[in-house]
């Protein structure tokens, strides 16, 4: 699943991001995607990035995109259960969390699965 890593890095360059973001966005793809990738059986991922006045955020998911909505996604512990007081349905998963460094599991309770990150694009620092 390296393939979206390079799609996200390719978009990001292209869009004229800063290449720290654009290498820690990809990072964050490859590692979102071979997660998804191992521990779903759905037959495809998605890469979803949205970009802001002054954020961008990515996502890889399982989730097919079909239903007449996004799934409320509920954040997951470290023991594989739903964090039920987690943020409600129609609150974006991204804004209502604190850890903006972190790549948060998060599960739809119909079982899809998706793991995402954001970042301004002031605060990213060159890579090690």
Avoid: F
Wanted: hydrophobic share 45%; proline share 11%.
């Amino acid at each position: 699943m390296d393939v979206l890593a390079e799609v996200a890095a390719a978009v990001l360059t292209a869009s004229g991001a800063p290449r720290p973001l654009a290498h820690r966005m990809s990072a964050a793809a490859r590692v979102a995607a071979h997660c998804v990738t191992g521990h779903s059986r759905a037959a495809r991922v998605r890469l979803l990035m949205t970009v802001h006045e002054n954020l961008i955020a990515l996502a890889v998911t399982d989730y097919d995109g079909k239903s007449p909505g996004p799934p409320p996604w509920w954040p997951v512990s470290r023991h594989d259960t739903l964090e039920l007081a987690g943020p409600r349905p129609g609150i974006a998963p991204l804004a209502a969390t604190s850890n903006a460094d972190g790549l948060p599991l998060r599960r739809a309770p119909e079982g899809h699965m998706r793991l995402a990150i954001c970042s301004a694009w002031q605060t990213v620092t060159a890579p090690p």
